[in-house]
């Protein structure tokens, strides 16, 4: 089993809808929770972190699900600019790396 | 203006032929961190940095080899490249050591290496 596992789409969405993704995780232990946004091969740019308390930050909802071992992201009034790789990325405790899952592709179609 | 530079962008060489990629940071950061990308398998850890002189190693470090002689730089090296590491390398940094923390990563602009 994956360490960081997501389903890698593609997610194709006409402009406005809502939609979200979710990301599995296998060790317990992990402390920090990322979601990353990569264009076309490009670098990866920081969307948000995951706090364990969900946290929001315009049209993007992040929520943590310990118990189950999940994080999810949920886009609302979706973008054509929203189209992109989304990447899970989490650090175990008590180490210094970070996994990155295989990312979630999104098309925003007009 | 804060960001991560890697050079070269593009390489293509030859099997056995020695390089090095350079990765440079100007925001004072701890933390460094090469990646390769390959379709299908996402972004995996080859090295990490948590400061100076201070390296280990990631989940894919074979036929890898890092140094970390300065705070800024962290340069990728393969001595004897074969094939199969023909991939996208990104670097990247964080202001701290602790990636237990918070941390945004900022990423280079990725170096597309062809081994032949």
Redesign the interface.
């Known amino acids: 089993r994956k360490e960081v596992e997501q389903d890698p789409g593609p997610f194709n969405v006409p402009e406005g809808a809502t939609v979200a993704f979710n990301c599995t995780y296998s060790n317990s232990a992990s402390?920090?929770f990322?979601w990353y946004r990569q264009d076309c091969?490009?670098?990866?740019?920081?969307l948000m972190?995951v706090?364990s308390s969900g946290n929001e930050d315009g049209r993007f909802t992040a929520q943590l699900n310990r118990a189950s071992q999940y994080i999810s992201l949920l886009i609302r009034d979706s973008k054509l600019s929203d189209s992109a790789t989304y990447?899970c990325v989490v650090?175990p405790?008590?180490?210094?790396?970070?996994?990155?899952?295989?990312?979630t592709r999104l098309k925003v179609l007009a | 203006e804060a960001q991560v530079t890697q050079n070269p962008r593009y390489l293509i060489t030859v099997t056995g032929k020695k390089l090095t990629v350079t990765c440079s940071q100007n925001m004072n950061h701890e933390y460094m961190s090469w990646y390769r990308q390959d379709p299908g398998l996402g972004l995996r850890q080859i090295y990490y940095s948590m400061n100076v002189e201070v390296t280990d190693k990631g989940d894919v470090p074979e036929g890898y080899k890092v140094s970390r002689k300065e705070k800024r730089n962290f340069p990728l090296i393969l001595e004897s490249p074969s094939p199969n590491q023909t991939s996208l390398y990104f670097c990247a940094s964080s202001l701290t050591r602790f990636a237990g923390g918070q941390n945004e990563q900022f990423f280079g602009p990725g170096t597309r290496l062809t081994v032949l």
Do not use: A, D, H
């Not at chain 1, 091969?41 to 920081?46: A, D, F, G, I």
């Open positions: 402390q920090s990322f091969r490009k670098e990866p740019k920081l972190s706090y990447l650090s405790s008590g180490t210094y790396k970070y996994i990155f899952g295989t990312g």
